[in-house]
């Protein structure tokens, strides 16, 4: 309910919008030029950041003229980057060093990387294990884990050559 009138990445966190911590966390690591996709109440996020002067930053916006997904307002991106850049989703707050993330993808030449999250999960209740109708094992209580989407993604300009002007992805 609380983003029915108010942007996610306006929503505070600690006394400021989640979206300003990622700024504010990518600019202590160096990072100076951000390009915001805006579409849900994207005026608001607009005239909040402005052209981002406030946080001595450059700051463009990606107009969807509708929802494009989490990739497809990159094939807005004028001009095309022409080195590795980095894409986060604008309600992540994270502790990942972004350099690094950038520094690893370099290093492995990889078109696109994504950061993910080692998530466990405790299952309440004791699993049983079948073959048919008879029982071949229990395990009390299992622990899962699985690597999950972190929302920030290293990428090579020439990951944005399968985007379509305007296309959802």
């Known amino acids: 309910p609380q983003t029915n ?6 929503l505070p966190v600690g006394g400021k919008p989640m979206l300003e911590h990622i700024i504010d966390r990518a600019k202590a690591e160096g990072f100076r030029r951000f390009s915001l996709a805006i579409h849900y109440l994207g005026e608001m996020i607009e005239e909040y950041f402005g052209d981002g002067s406030r946080w001595q930053v450059e700051i463009d916006y990606l107009r969807e003229e509708s929802p494009l997904g989490t990739v497809g307002a990159l094939g ?3 001009p095309r980057p022409e080195t590795p850049f980095l894409v986060s989703n604008c309600d992540v707050l994270t502790d990942i060093r972004y350099g690094e993330l950038l520094n690893f993808h370099s290093n492995h030449g990889a078109a696109a990387t994504m950061a993910v999250h080692l998530h466990k999960w ?7 294990r079948t073959k048919g109708v008879d029982i071949i094992g229990f395990d009390e209580k299992p622990i899962s884990r699985s690597h ?3 929302g920030v993604y290293a990428l090579e300009p020439s990951a944005l050559d399968i985007l379509g002007d305007g296309e959802r992805c």
Do not use: E, M, W
């Open 148 to 150: 999950i989407n972190a």
């Open 122 to 128: 405790q299952h309440p209740f004791g699993v049983v």
């Open 5 to 10: 009138d108010y942007p996610k990445s306006l």
């Open 76 to 78: 807005l991106l004028r």
